[in-house]
């Protein structure tokens, strides 16, 4: 265990439906990052928060969003989902603005059908 | 543009050989990453590197700052080695995200 519980650990839906994917860091880390690795682009960083509040942005789509709570679990909104979107999506977690390292999730396996 | 280019993309060895796995990028960076990743999907960070050389059992990992070349190596592999090597950085410039190579695939056959 990592230390980044990642909830569901598989997920498979239609076209067109919204999902929920649930990450808690670490114990004391206050960022959380948000990974999507698929086939062909690999990983690509989507989000950042801190403490709650979004500290960075990646390749992440209108259909996406995300925040983080005060307890500092984040949750990933995606949304009218199209097959592309079938992908692991990775959480990671650092205290210190990963000066000392991240610390990875298991993944979510979303499958769009 | 900032870049991770890892090589090669496929390596497979036989029980006991040494494994090179190496990685250049563009630009400079405050960090660079080996991770694992087994077939289950899980991601494990093996070392952080900024400079010199880190040895954990039978792996090592080295960084060239200036030539922007780091290389992962693994002493008398075992089939339980056979995983994605993702080598990631962190740019120089503030922002905290990591960039990833798109990892190299080793198979260690017994």
């Known amino acids: 265990d990592s230390g980044v519980t990642q909830t569901p650990k598989h997920l498979i839906t239609a076209t067109g439906q919204r999902v929920t994917l649930r990450c808690s860091p670490r114990s004391g880390d206050l960022s959380v990052y948000w990974y999507q690795q698929s086939l062909d682009q690999g990983l690509q960083f989507l989000i950042q928060y801190y403490n709650g509040e979004e500290r960075a942005k990646g390749n992440i789509l209108e259909r996406f969003s995300a925040q983080q709570f005060p307890d500092l679990h984040s949750e990933l909104n995606l949304s009218s989902l199209e097959l592309g979107d079938s992908a692991l999506y990775f959480c990671?977690?650092?205290?210190?603005?990963?000066?000392?390292?991240?610390?990875f999730g298991s993944g979510t396996r979303l499958t769009v059908v | 543009k900032n870049e991770v280019e890892q090589s090669p993309q496929n390596l497979t060895a036989q029980e006991g050989e040494f494994i090179t796995i190496n990685c250049s990028y563009s630009?400079?960076?405050?960090?660079l990453h080996w991770l694992q990743q087994h077939p289950g999907g899980g991601i494990v960070s093996l070392f952080m590197l900024s400079s010199g050389k880190k040895k954990h059992g039978r792996l090592i990992a080295t960084i060239n700052i200036q030539e922007k070349h780091s290389s992962l190596h693994i002493t008398a592999s075992h089939p339980r080695d056979s995983a994605v090597y993702i080598c990631a950085v962190r740019f120089q410039g503030g922002s905290e995200k990591l960039v990833f190579g798109k990892g190299t695939k080793l198979t260690v056959n017994p």
């Open positions: 990671a977690s650092s205290a210190s603005g990963g000066y000392y390292g991240y610390t």
């Open positions: 630009v400079g960076i405050s960090a």
